[in-house]
């Protein structure tokens, strides 16, 4: 992944000095010519939206333990493409400035008044686009932030339900155990029972024994 987003940076570096050497040169021609460079760079402008766009997207194919490294780096370019929208822009509106003077001629000066208002009213209109591309892109940062919010909080789900199976497996093996050792201990309780019965016997049968023992000595004795 981190090898399509490093490819993808080439190529945004590529196209971003041709754009901005071709943004330098729109005020200083006329005519046809400008009018083709000003489509131009607005074409390659698109291409370099569309590079951030599946950068954005291999960011967050990468591991998250690596992904700040990546968005730090998106941010950097997503403002670099920032201020080559608005060069693009100024530059746009001196294009049309000079067109100004070409159509106009003599008649500038009278006219001065209304190419101001007009100017300002472009202005105006840069500044609200540059507004609603600021929202746009707030929108943008917060959808990735939830993303990336969910992706982690999935993650987290994950583990949490690893963890609780191994404590279950745990727990059963504890029950296991426990079964075990109740059996062990019953068995063992059997056995201590029986070699008391055991020994019981054996002294009852010496206590007999003796006892035969005696009464033949006596008897024995007493028969003489």
Same mark, same amino acid.
């Given at each position: 992944?981190?090898?399509? /987003? ?81 060069? /693009? ?50 929108? *943008? ?6 993303? *990336? ?53 054996? /002294? ?14 006596? /008897? ?5």
């Amino acid at each position: 992944m981190s090898s399509d /987003f490093e490819a993808y940076e080439l190529d945004f570096g590529t196209i971003t000095a041709e754009v901005t050497n071709k943004i330098g040169r729109i005020p200083k021609l006329s005519g046809e010519e400008k009018t083709q460079l000003v489509l131009n760079v607005d074409k390659q402008l698109e291409e370099v939206r569309e590079l951030l766009e599946q950068m954005d997207l291999e960011a967050r194919e990468i591991p998250i333990q690596s992904r700040p490294m990546y968005n730090s780096r998106l941010k950097s370019y997503k403002g670099e493409i920032e201020k080559l929208e608005k060069d /693009f822009k100024r530059s746009r509106i001196a294009y049309s400035d000079e067109v100004r003077n070409d159509l106009l001629g003599d008649d500038a000066g009278s006219s001065e008044n209304q190419l101001i208002k007009l100017r300002e009213e472009r202005a105006h209109l840069l500044d609200n686009t540059e507004k609603l591309e600021r929202s746009s892109r707030r929108l *943008e940062a917060g959808y990735q932030i939830a993303v *990336e919010t969910e992706q982690v909080g999935q993650e987290i789900l994950s583990n949490l339900h690893g963890d609780r199976e191994k404590i279950q497996k745990a727990r059963e093996r504890l029950r296991e155990t426990d079964a075990n050792l109740g059996k062990s201990s019953r068995i063992l309780t059997g056995m201590l029972r029986r070699i008391i019965q055991n020994r019981v016997l054996v /002294f009852m049968l010496g206590a007999i024994i003796l006892l035969t023992i005696i009464l033949a000595i006596y /008897f024995n004795l007493r028969g003489h």
